[in-house]
């Protein structure tokens, strides 16, 4: 369908769907020793499957190779617990054969019930997205570590408080009620958006890196959409803004990896066929009752979008939009993005008069964008000095030298110094 | 024409061999199998592991493996054919199989009447 979703993670996008069909039928509680039996069945894979070549149904091969893993495994654990083996009702309570083997769309829904079950109030937020990263999407926690930014040590904490969950409370993934579906879906979504978000405003180097969160994103928002559980608008609509961010991926920064602004941004090189997909998950959106976050986002997305340059953006539009956000989700951060809106539409004065009544919280009022924003109004507004002040706060505050960087250069084209 | 045929000895050092992610193992079977494409004409037989536990019989007596007291230990074989020793070593090199750090292959010509 398009040039992202042709890149293969077979093995990775295998493992989260063995644990999960695997945990579906023995229980989550298994979690260690069902992920370590999916480890064990891939590797094996690669070994034999070099030697004899690939079987003809690869994910029946590995199935079936981690379920008897499984078994084996656990049949050794009851072991040492003195439990006689014999007697344990374990023979015949997971007795396999080939054809009990999951088919791809019994795969898939265990997969979705999994996130499912992933995604609860129980459970932190950031644990939540880490254990989906990790069991679902195949991910090691070195791989997190590298993508989140954080130690490995972190990432294994987060992972570990969504593992002692699902030990401790025997989830069973076959009685997710319709009203579970419901409650957990915006939960669902929001761990989404997180995992898409992390790879698109990440400053990492390497851009496989970068995108291959985003791939992931839209991987599950699909499959997502493509269910009964999660065909509703607002998957639509999740799916239309990651869309719609990663047409325009490739021009954020320009040869030597600077990050450019969007005025500084190369239209004509935007993924156009990226882009009409989003605008057709966009309207597919729309047949709902329900205007949610990601509708909104999504439809300033598609402003950006389909302006043909920065000048004639309607930042009218923008700025409602953004006025909407606020009140559906309220966060300071929408109002800061009004706010350079607004100065596009009515001036830099009107701009920072947005920002004059708004309750600034700490975390914000440290932020480089913060500051940045600021600057950049003070400075349109004629207003030298504060300019340069905020602007050394910004450049004090911002995470990672690409933004330094971009932010010096900024500085140095108004002819100013922090 | 490739008329000698060579037996491949894999050994490794034993552990400190991290676990492998999906992807890295995914990369890892791609890698073989461009390899395998590549020298299709060369390689005779994939060949197998071997296990860790084995003995070794002496005129005086069984020893029991596994054999701690060799610094590496052989893993498994393979067999391939080649002109000469000098294109099987070719071959060999460019396996993935010596990407892995503390991995080293012998290759000893089969020989034939």
New interface residues.
Partial sequence: MNQYATIEHTFRHEYGQLVASILRRVGAHHIDAVEDAVQYSLMQAVDLWCRQGTPDNPSAWLYLVAYRKFLTELRDIRLRENLLAQQSPLADEYVTDYAEIPLLDEMNDSFLRMLFVACNDAIPVESQMVFTLKSLCGFSIREIALRLFTSEANVYKRFSRARQYLVKNTVPLNVLSDADIKTRLPMVHRVLYLVFTEGYLSSHCDKAIRIDLCEEAIHLTQLLSESTMGKVAETFALLALMYLHLARMNTRQDDSGALLLLEQQDRSQWDQPLIAAGLGFLKQSTRGDNLSRYHIEAGILAEHCLAPTFKQTRWDQIVASYELLERIAPSPLHCLNRAVAMAEWKGPKEGLAVLQFVDIPDWLARSYYWHAVQADLFYRCGEKTLACNSAGKAIQAAPTADIKCLLHKRLAKCGLSP | MNNNTYMCILRSKPGACS????????L??AK??TW?DKFSDNIVD????LGDVGAVVRQDGVNDGPFIELKEIIGGYMTITATSLDEAVAVIKESPMVANSGVSIEIREIMTP
């Avoid at chain 2, 676990?19 to 995914?26: F, L, N, R, V």
């Fill in positions: 676990q492998p992610s999906p992807s890295d193992m995914e890892m079977f073989y199998r395998q994939m060949g197998n592991k």
